[in-house]
């Protein structure tokens, strides 16, 4: 088990790979299933509230752990494909 220097447990150690895709000129974080995915690629993502399909391009990739999210992982969203 590992402490944080604060003194609670860091529950999770795990890494994501988190990617900024930007979306008709305004970017938007999204979760990766692969750690195999490149600034640059066109990805297929969720958008909006009914979750259609749109296309984007990956700004950056990032890999963190739950606690170091760019943002929170109960609003965060998996890409569809990478295409």
Known sequence: ???????????????????KVE????????????SEISVGDRVSVPFGKGDFPREGIVLKVEEADAQCAPVP?????????IL
């Open 23 to 34: 979306i008709d000129g305004t970017p938007y974080w999204y979760l990766s299933p692969t």
């Open 73 to 81: 992982m109960n609003r965060i969203r998996e890409i569809y494909q």
């Open 1 to 19: 088990m590992i402490h944080s220097l604060s003194g609670g447990v860091i529950r999770d150690n795990f890494k994501y790979t988190f990617v």
